[in-house]
Nanobody, 123 residues
Framework: VQLQASGGGLVQAGGSLRLSCAAS????????MGWFRQAPGKERQFVAA????????SYADSVKGRFTVSRDNSKNTVFLQMNSLKPEDTAVYYC?????????????????WGQGTQVTVSS
């Protein structure tokens, strides 16, 4: 599996963005998918994840109720819908794939990483 994230950009506080992560490879549907973010000078942190079936989503407390993770296995794509964005959401966002198919919140649980996409939220 190879991953390509897109959809980042500049948005005002309170706005929305939808990130996409397109995967190549026939085994995408076997992988759990996660989103992480990394702000300058900070460690990469968990944002959201979803299992191979597209169920059991998990969210960081900081984004719960504002972000929604989903996937379309027929299109080999995972999405992160981000609403009510705040300046503190500003970061590079990464998608990642976990081979065992189940939700994990730790970076070391993921086997494949995409390149990041920049999200900037202005106040």
């Amino acid at each position: 599996v190879q991953l390509q994230a897109s959809g980042g950009g500049l948005v005002q506080a309170g706005g929305s963005l939808r990130l996409s992560c397109a995967a190549s490879g026939r085994t995408f549907s076997n992988y759990a998918m996660g989103w992480f973010r990394q702000a300058p000078g900070k460690e990469r942190q968990f944002v959201a994840a979803i299992n191979w079936r597209g169920s059991n989503p998990s969210y960081a407390d900081s984004v719960k109720g504002r972000f929604t993770v989903s996937r379309d296995n027929s299109k080999n794509t995972v999405f992160l819908q981000m609403n009510s964005l705040k300046p503190e959401d500003t970061a590079v966002y990464y998608c990642a794939a976990a081979r065992d198919g189940y939700v994990v919140r730790l970076t070391r649980g993921y086997d494949v990483w995409g390149q990041g996409t920049q999200v900037t939220v202005s106040s």
